[in-house]
T-cell receptor, first 114, second 119 residues
């Protein structure tokens, strides 16, 4: 059973479109995250949710909107896609947002904006 | 200022030998955690090992060990008996544990080191 899953794995779309990436974890964790990995492989956090509540919101354009319907799901919706949004997006989860809990990552979604 | 520094863009090692991947970090927190992740060419991020700032012993997980030198703020990953399947990108990351700070809960990653294992 996959612990943290993301759909789709690949997403190719045109500039200006709106798209969503879904994430689900079956680990019973309380906190979920979105990270972006750019073309140079640099990983940076975007958002985190603890029990459906937003706790980290990095400097991310407001075209990106996370939504957590329940603590097992954290989706990422992106409006008006731009070329610079092309990247790999990783979802992750951990037991809680405190201390030094290990974060487990999903397989990633490779987004290509044409 | 960069919080996590991995100075080795690429490393090569012969199969069955040991290799050390360097990582230095910067934090003013007393409570923090250090992590290593492996990213093979298939792209997933695989958790390898964790070291807490208060742990007195170096962490070990199978062939992976973490050489934690708190005073030097270094957390090097040692892979013993390298295997061809160890060829991948390796990321060092830190999670600062102080509640209330803006960095609370997030992982800050280094630039990564590409490890190539030669047969």
């Amino acid at each position: 059973d996959t612990a943290v899953s993301q759909t789709p794995k690949y997403l190719v779309t045109q500039m200006g479109n709106d798209k969503s990436i879904k994430c689900e974890q079956n680990l019973g964790h309380d906190t979920m995250y979105w990270y972006k990995q750019d073309s140079k492989k640099f990983l940076k956090i975007m958002f985190s949710y603890n029990n459906k509540e937003l706790i980290i919101n990095e400097t991310v354009p407001n075209r990106f909107s996370p939504k957590s319907p329940d603590k097992a799901h954290l989706n990422l919706h992106i409006n008006s896609l731009e070329l610079g949004d092309s990247a790999v997006y990783f979802c992750a989860s951990s037991q809680d947002s405190g201390g030094t809990d290990t974060q487990y990552f999903g397989p990633g979604t490779r987004l290509t904006v044409l | 200022a960069q919080k996590i520094t991995q100075t080795q863009p690429g490393m090569f090692v012969q199969e069955k030998e040991a290799v050390t991947l360097d990582c230095t970090y910067d934090t003013s927190d007393q409570s923090y955690g250090l992590f290593w992740y492996k990213q093979p060419s298939s792209g997933e991020m695989i958790f390898l090992i964790y070291q807490g700032s208060y742990d007195e012993q170096n962490a070990t997980e199978g062939r992976y060990s973490l050489n934690f030198q708190k005073a030097r703020k270094s957390a090097n990953l040692v892979i013993s008996a390298s295997q061809l399947g160890d060829s991948a990108m390796y990321f060092c990351a830190m999670r600062e544990g102080w509640a209330g700070g803006t960095s609370y809960g997030k992982l800050t990653f280094g630039q990564g080191t590409i490890l190539t294992v030669h047969p």
